[in-house]
């Protein structure tokens, strides 16, 4: 079974959108503008930028780290702009997932020659 199906489809259908009209190159700032312009015209709900808290031992850090992007409220966003995806990448977005109980993490990477790179993380 494909966890939040029907919203990760929309999802990188925007991110597909925004791969077809800038292509690969960007920095990841201008990829992340354009996506949100994207969700928006595609009126698929997000929010940018999103400070998510970390706990230890029932305690909340002072550091906290900011999302790309979560959409639906309930998926995270990771948008890269290099090379070639590495294992670093991952364990970043599934940290992430892990800090938030958040089940889907989506990883984009706009610099894959022909095509965005889109990898499903789920926790």
Known sequence: MIIYKEEGYKIQGA?????KKLGCGFLESVYQEALEMELNYLEIPYEAQKEIKISYRGNEL???FIAD???YEKIII?????KKLDNI???Q???Y???TNIKLGILINFSAHLKAEIERIVL
């Not at 991110?15 to 791969?19: E, F």
């Not at 990771?78 to 290099?82: A, H, L, M, N, R």
């Open 62 to 64: 002072k550091h906290y």
């Open 97 to 99: 997932l892990k800090a």
């Open 78 to 82: 990771e948008i890269k702009s290099v």
């Open 89 to 91: 990448h991952r364990a």
């Open 69 to 71: 992007l979560v959409c």
């Open 93 to 95: 977005l599934l940290n």
């Open 15 to 19: 991110i597909y959108n925004v791969y």
